[in-house]
């Protein structure tokens, strides 16, 4: 009985969760649709021809091939060209030099963080094994080393012992 209420309360909270991804699903598109709008001035297109007629090119005083003529947009976009790819050029190098500078700021602080990190591990590590060596000193200060009892009471006892082999062999 109590799995099987177990069990409706399971498929409650999946279908719930279900309803509340469809939702989500069905929501998030609607919220991520975006336009980003480039603040950039585009330049009206301009307009040329071109002369091939002989006589008038001759008139104009020139004498070799066809000649282009440009309206004043057209000539605007020439001569502009050079100095809108330079700025382009110059912006696009400014960019990712600003990204290369923060990504390797944010490397050098990760590794400043590192050896902080390190050098307060090294210092706990240090204090412990100190700790620890004044201990073990202590501990070894309060057995003293003397053990002229155990050699006296050793000595007496091979003598004893020998004595009484020697004395048993003898007889």
Known sequence: MKLKKGSRKNSALSSWAKALLIYLAAATPSLSVASPSLDISVLSPGSFSVVEDEDLLSQLGLVSGPAWCYDVNANAVIITAPARERAQCELRLMYETE???????????KLKIRVDTLSRQHEEIM???NQEIDRLTQAALKRP?????????GGFLTGSLLTLAVVFTVK
């Open 99 to 109: 990204k290369q500078k923060v990504k390797f700021e944010f490397e050098i602080d």
């Open 127 to 129: 204090r412990i094994k």
């Open 145 to 153: 080393n003397d053990y002229t009892y155990w050699w006296a009471t």
